[in-house]
Nanobody, 119 residues
């Protein structure tokens, strides 16, 4: 049974920071690129960032240097450090395995963690 265990979401003011974490189980963490996606109310789910075992990272254009994605294979943990948050960042954020730079693997999604940015 695959689980992603997203956490760290919350409410912040515009310009603030949050650190999201994902500690998944049910697959070999180190065998996959890992990434973050988000879905705002009334919108389609979209790619945010991914990180691979060769150290390469990929980001959506809207990130614009504000987010940093990282992974710790020993702890089987994926993180997203978010700063300079904007109202448009309000969404539920999901962790998932990656098939390619910006595309998830499979068709299973966890519960996610909610981020609300206010001003």
């Amino acid at each position: 049974q695959i689980q992603f265990g997203e956490s760290g979401g919350g409410q912040v003011q515009a310009g603030g920071s949050l650190r999201l974490s994902c500690q998944p189980s049910g697959f070999i963490f180190s065998s996959y690129g890992m990434g973050w996606f988000r879905q705002a109310a009334g919108s389609e789910r979209e790619f945010v960032a991914s990180v691979w075992n060769d150290g390469k990272t990929y980001y959506a254009d809207f990130v614009k240097g504000r987010f940093t994605v990282s992974r710790d294979n020993e702890k089987r943990t994926l993180s997203l450090q978010m700063s300079g948050l904007e109202a448009d960042d309000t969404a539920v954020y999901y962790c998932n395995r990656m098939r390619s730079q910006k595309v998830h693997f499979g068709d299973f999604w966890g519960q996610g963690t909610s981020v609300t940015v206010s001003s």
